[in-house]
């Protein structure tokens, strides 16, 4: 498979979506192809730009030897995102003591407002609508979580990148897009957004790493990487919808991951939608082969579909760790109001092991 192509901003070609401030903090890295390039535009034409936020007064994070990870599909806002924080924060996750330390890898988080262009040109592309109101007065008492919002109100560091834009603009609804995001109490560095081949729609994960220290003064550097894959290809390719679509995402992915700079750990998470084999998916084995570092997977479902499919896992935490490190994770029985069950994962550090150099990400 071909490499991907990293682009800085002023590579960017002037695109709404990787043009102003928030994203010119941010690496991308876009399929190498022209044709691949061509089709994104239109959906890039739609959204608003990156969104990035840190707290006001933020001082360095205290030492810490475990950090709570969290992996959910939000339901385009939809979820209860400030009641499972809160559940984190006052130990109700974890037997009464409360974490101090979490990331939060969510998939279809939702925006609202200016930031997403009003009137997109003519040849944008754009999702159907999935929640809200055309009605303004029910927008108005619309309860879905704002992303931007909630990390302002939470006092939480912010990587967000829409991949689509959530309604018509014509359709009388609210400015609206969704995408991935990372949500995180540790503040957020080498701020990444990766362009998957286009299958039906656009698709842009996220990357950013945390540097923390052991309780007895250790640094590591670690990654965490949000991502959600195509459920399925276009009508006039629906061949591919039985496990190619999501294997040609997950292995550009990867690919994309592995010329970032060198780090202590990683880890993976995401909605990858392996419908189809579920975890024999060939999409789950290429990201198994380089993050797969995990003592026990947990069984049980994460989705629910009717007729044909109850029951699908398509959720799931890859690690890939240092020797002496060890991360697990759990599916939640809260729903928290999402279609998709959390994942709520722990990720150990070795405190004895000095982390791995910082090195420059390889260039092809």
Request: hydrophobic content about 40%; overall charge neutral.
């Given at each position: 498979?071909a ?45 608003g ?130 995408g ?41 550097r ?34 994309a ?17 392996t ?6 998916a ?47 994770y ?35």
């Amino acid at each position: 498979m071909a490499s991907l192509l990293s682009v800085p901003l002023a590579g960017a070609h002037g695109s709404p979506c990787r043009s102003g401030e928030a994203a010119s903090a941010l690496t991308w890295i876009r399929p190498p192809a022209s044709e691949e390039r061509a089709r994104l535009e239109p959906w890039c034409r739609a959204v608003g730009p990156p969104e990035i936020h840190a707290p006001p007064g933020a001082g360095d994070p205290a030492p810490v030897d475990e950090i709570a990870v969290v992996v959910w599909n939000t339901h385009v806002g939809a979820a209860e995102i400030r009641s499972l924080i809160t559940d984190l924060r006052s130990g109700g996750l974890s037997g009464g003591a409360p974490v101090g330390q979490f990331v939060l890898l969510l998939q279809e988080v939702h925006r609202r407002g200016p930031a997403v262009p009003l009137a997109p040109s003519m040849d944008a592309a754009w999702a159907g609508r999935i929640g809200g109101w055309s009605d303004p007065v029910r927008m108005e008492r619309d309860p879905r979580t704002d992303i931007v919002d909630l990390a302002r109100e939470e006092g939480l560091h912010l990587l967000y990148v829409p991949s689509m834009r959530n309604g018509s603009p014509h359709d009388g609804g609210a400015l609206e897009d969704r995408g991935n995001a990372i949500l995180s109490t540790l503040p957020l560095e080498d701020l990444t957004a990766i362009e998957l081949p286009v299958e039906r729609q656009r698709r842009v994960a996220v990357a950013a790493t945390v540097e923390v220290r052991t309780e007895n003064g250790i640094p590591h550097r670690i990654r965490f990487v949000s991502a959600h894959l195509e459920n399925r290809a276009p009508w006039t390719r629906m061949h591919r919808s039985f496990g190619a679509t999501q294997t040609s995402q997950a292995r550009a992915l990867v690919a994309a991951l592995e010329r970032l700079p060198r780090v202590a750990a990683s880890a993976v998470g995401g909605d990858f939608n392996t419908w189809f084999r579920g975890g024999s998916a060939a999409a789950l084995d290429a990201l198994r082969v380089r993050y797969p570092s995990l003592g026990m997977q947990p069984d049980g479902a994460t989705k629910d579909l009717p007729l044909f499919l109850p029951g699908l896992r398509l959720d799931h935490l890859f690690f890939r760790l240092p020797p002496g490190w060890a991360g697990r994770y759990e599916i939640l029985p809260d729903r928290y109001g999402s279609d998709h069950a959390p994942l709520l994962g722990w990720l150990r550090m070795d405190r004895q092991r000095q982390p791995p150099p910082h090195t420059s990400p390889v260039t092809k």
